[in-house]
């Protein structure tokens, strides 16, 4: 036993989490299994992540977590040695070290966090559809309008490029005439046609759905810079993981988009990560609070892909725990590959809740000392049932344990406190400001306005004239006709070329030809894309 064993702090290799008549050690080497924390409103579940993170964090390991309300955000700021927790830590024989953590805070709606986007693109039509409430029929046709983009180079980068899409993919119902000029978007109706019957009422709907997805503020999500994922994956100067902390009270007003958003990372993540087998701790561990809004009316399609990426994202060296108020809130499916296993207190004053309690004892694996479903109807508060997986990977037998205090702050930060953490941010400036690139939105007015390529088929191929061979040479310099660590659209070669290159050396001009460029090369490379588990583009 080391020093560190001896007055119950952390390990290189285990996280001390609390103490009843046995310690309760989460080991890092199965941490990637996975894990549940539960329990009612005001039973300490927050604090409980708060401690894990820390631990996570001690050991060098990347933690995001969802914060629904504020309370997450302490984790920055240095403990302070009240006396219930000098208290606490006492009986548990440990010495408290007020403490924090490096943090850095993220905001979909960019008011409290550095802004998040995505792209359409990468969102994929699958998770888009869930986050639209789309049936089956209006689903199809967003589908065929994602592979109507990527045969035609068109970009979605935005809620303005889907729209034009949209648009540009309805039936042109107008009776021509014969001085009637051509219709410059004929060739990309004809070729949703072709994927099946594109109707102007079904079109009309899924409107009408971005609609109220852009009144509930989905407008600010999508766009650029997109974010990369790398940037929650570092460490501080001190070797320690960095704190990721979504805040997400504004966000959990549109459940459905805070909940399409947590599974877009999570298949994101399991796209972009290399295999990693079994490590001695992960590379990165989610806490996902109110997790039973991932679940809920999701189509049994969604469900069998969040259960394969859940299942498979633990050989890349992810972590996931979702945090909410019963186990019965988790699919079994799912459920069965949560190892680590946190339950607080659960109130039964109705047969219903009764037969939650029932169910959520029933998850654990029995110690003949305890009545595991007796005892979470007593547990005050800070008290938690505890069963993390053994070195042999089988869970342990459950035990009542009180969870240590933890050393940052317990509490919200203040806003002056979180403006000074935004501006050492280590990503200040990279998302702050939003980029309008050329992307759908642009080329399909270009065509409206007669000012684009002839549009008889998909837009590329190796012809193109001058900026055809212009491509070619292009592609070949920088690597951009062959795969590509992130393959999308060939907008993604336009940015790449007119920023290190056009943008920088030749001018203005040049820009302008840059993003041509880019479009031209799009229609070969938008013809090999490959869309991953969950519908986003799947990386190579």
Known sequence: ?????????????????????????????????????????????????????????????????????????????????????????????????????????????????????????????????????????????LNVAFRVADDNGLTLIDMKDLRALLDAIVPDSAKKGADAAEDPLAAIRKAAQGFGNVTKATVGTIQRQLLVLENQGGTKFFGEPALNLKDFMKTDRDGRGMVNILVADKLLQNPRLYATFLLWMLSELFEELPEAGDLPKPKLVFFFDEAHLLFNDAPKALMDKIEQVVRLIRSKGVGVYFVTQNPVDVPDRVLGQLGNRVQHALRAFTPRDQKAVAAAAQTFRPNPKLDTAKVIMELGKGEALVSFLEGNGTPAMVERVMIRPPSARIGPITPDERKAIMAASPVKGKYDTAVDEESAYEMIQKRIAGTAATADGPVGGNGGGLLGQIGSIVGTIFGTNVKRGRLSTGQVIARDVTRSVTNQVIGGMAANIGKSVGGQLGGSIGRTLVRGALGGLLRR
């Open 1 to 141: 036993m080391t020093a560190q064993d001896s007055k119950l702090g952390d390990t290189d290799d285990k996280i001390f989490v609390g103490k009843g008549d046995e310690q309760a050690w989460l080991t890092l080497a199965l941490a990637n299994r996975h894990g549940l924390v539960t329990g009612a409103t005001g039973t300490g579940k927050t604090v409980t992540l708060q401690v894990m993170a820390e631990g996570f964090a001690r050991a060098g390991v990347p933690v995001f977590a969802a914060d629904i309300k504020g309370d997450l955000s302490g984790i920055s700021e240095v403990g302070e040695a009240k006396d219930f927790i000098l208290k606490r830590a006492s009986e548990m024989g440990l010495n408290f070290q007020p403490d924090q953590f490096s943090t850095v805070f993220w905001d979909v709606f960019g008011e409290q966090g550095h802004p998040v986007r995505a792209t359409v693109t990468e969102m994929g039509p699958l998770l888009l559809a869930r986050m639209l409430d789309l049936n089956d029929v209006q689903e199809g046709v």
